[in-house]
């Protein structure tokens, strides 16, 4: 079998990823993806983990440093071959270079003396223009107003998947001009992770509101029959 057959035999046994927010599952389970993940050659799999180091967060050391975090992005960059995956790399990781401004600046952080905090051509800038409201980069990245809608409301949950979104949208424009190469396979794999997390992240949600459900209804009982004062915050004693 060719490289070329390998990808097309590949690509077309894996389910779509599309409709991001209303997957209640994977597609496809982690297991059955490694499992057909195999069909690669060593050096492409290897690719594809080096990518994945950097941009997936569940396959990071957490007790790296945020140094140490931005000199391995750095390195996976410099190594790729593909001008498609260091486009990858390069916007995931201005995503959260940007991210990471607005965060240390609302915790009340000045301007950082060096650029080894971020990733990108725009650390330097950013630094330059710590105090206006975006960074003077709104024209860059439009998003940037929108997110720091988020963080002054403190959302967490809004700004999360705001976050999911942008990324799962840039791995969709990167991934319009290829369909069977190693590429595409990266970006399809970059694209489950995103899911997954999304789908995990909606259980626990409704996890925690069914328990916030069936809290705001015994304090609601117990407070119309006098038996104790309600704190669910919810409003349920003005029904």
């Known amino acids: 079998m060719t490289g070329m057959d390998e990808y097309v035999s590949l690509m077309s ?26 069909q690669l050659k060593e050096q492409d799999l290897w690719t594809l983990r080096q990518v994945e180091s950097v941009l997936n967060w569940s396959m990071q050391n ?24 260091k486009t990858l790399v390069r916007d995931k990781m201005e995503l ?6 607005l965060r240390r600046r609302a915790q009340g952080e000045h301007a950082p003396d060096n650029v080894n905090w971020g990733f990108g051509s725009w650390v330097s800038h950013i630094n330059r223009n710590w105090n206006e409201t975006h960074f003077a980069l709104e024209t860059v990245f439009p998003w940037l107003p929108q997110a720091k809608g988020f963080m002054d ?10 976050i999911l979104d942008l990324a799962f ?14 590429e595409a396979v990266i970006i399809y794999v970059l694209k489950w992770d995103i899911v997954d997390r999304t789908t995990h992240y909606n259980i626990e949600a409704a996890k925690i509101k069914y328990e916030l459900q069936q809290s705001k209804c015994e304090y609601t009982c117990r ?11 919810s409003r349920c004693c003005a029904r």
């Open 13 to 38: 046994s894996l389910p779509s990823t599309e409709r991001l927010f209303l997957a209640q599952l994977p597609a496809i389970s982690r297991l059955r993806l490694e499992l057909r993940l195999k």
């Open 62 to 85: 957490l007790a790296s440093s945020d140094k140490e975090l931005i000199n391995h992005a750095k390195t996976v960059f410099v190594g790729l071959q593909s001008e498609t995956l």
């Open 96 to 101: 959260r270079t940007c991210i990471a401004a």
């Open 153 to 162: 409301n403190k959302d967490a949950e809004g700004m999360e998947r705001f």
């Open 169 to 182: 949208k840039q791995l969709q424009r990167c991934g319009n001009q290829h369909y069977f190469d190693l």
């Open 223 to 233: 407070y119309r029959a006098g038996k104790r004062p309600c704190y669910c915050q």
